[in-house]
Structures are given as structure tokens and as C-alpha cells.
């Protein structure tokens, strides 16, 4: 997986998705926020299991997959970015997430 996107739409997609993500729940994957890209788009999705939200934004998408992150873990990392970084790749190597800030 490979992408490019606007900060600001991801940052924002992934302050809602964040929300639905359980705190100290007995099953780790109910605290990650679902990234899939494919055909310019990038979904994310996040689950309680009482509710679930999906959100859609565009993307440029150079190499689709799919990957599971922290929702609060990236959350924050977006948001100590501030202004500095207008677009942001989020690449996929091995089972390692590359992300790159771009101005």
C-alpha cells in the first residue's frame, strides 16, 4: 500500500474514526483504525462493536492495500504536525507503516 492525501481531510477523518475506537478493550483490534486504499479513494473504518463508521476521502493511490492502526496513536501523530505539512504518504513496507510528511 502507497498513498498520498491531504493532511488536513485525514487528520479530520481520522479525529471521527478515533472516537469509535474502544479504550482498554479486551481485544487490541477494536482500537485500530482500518486504512484501505484502492481506486483513488481511502477508506477508513473503526468499530466498538456497538457502532461503526466508515469515511471515505480521495486519495492519490499509487499501491492499494489495506492496514490496521492505532486510531489515538495516529491521531496524534497527525496532530503534532500542524501546518507544517500540507500532504501526507502513507506507505506500507513489509509489516512496517512509513508515513512522510510533504509540502
Not at 481531510?9 to 482500518?34: D, M, Q, Y
Not at 486504512?35 to 499501491?63: F, H
Amino acid at each position: 500500500m502507497k498513498i498520498e492525501c491531504v493532511k488536513d481531510r485525514l487528520e479530520t477523518s481520522i479525529a471521527i474514526a478515533e472516537k469509535i475506537t474502544g479504550k482498554n478493550l479486551p481485544l487490541p483490534v477494536l482500537s485500530a483504525v482500518v486504512l484501505e486504499a484502492k481506486q483513488n479513494t481511502l477508506k477508513l473504518r473503526a468499530t466498538n462493536l456497538d457502532m461503526g463508521v466508515e469515511i471515505t476521502i480521495p486519495a492519490k493511490v499509487n499501491e492499494p492495500g489495506i492496514v490496521a492502526l492505532p486510531g489515538s496513536l495516529l491521531a496524534r501523530f497527525l496532530g503534532t504536525l500542524g501546518n507544517l505539512v500540507a500532504t501526507i504518504e502513507v506507505e506500507l513496507v513489509g509489516s512496517t507503516v512509513h508515513l512522510a510528511g510533504k509540502n
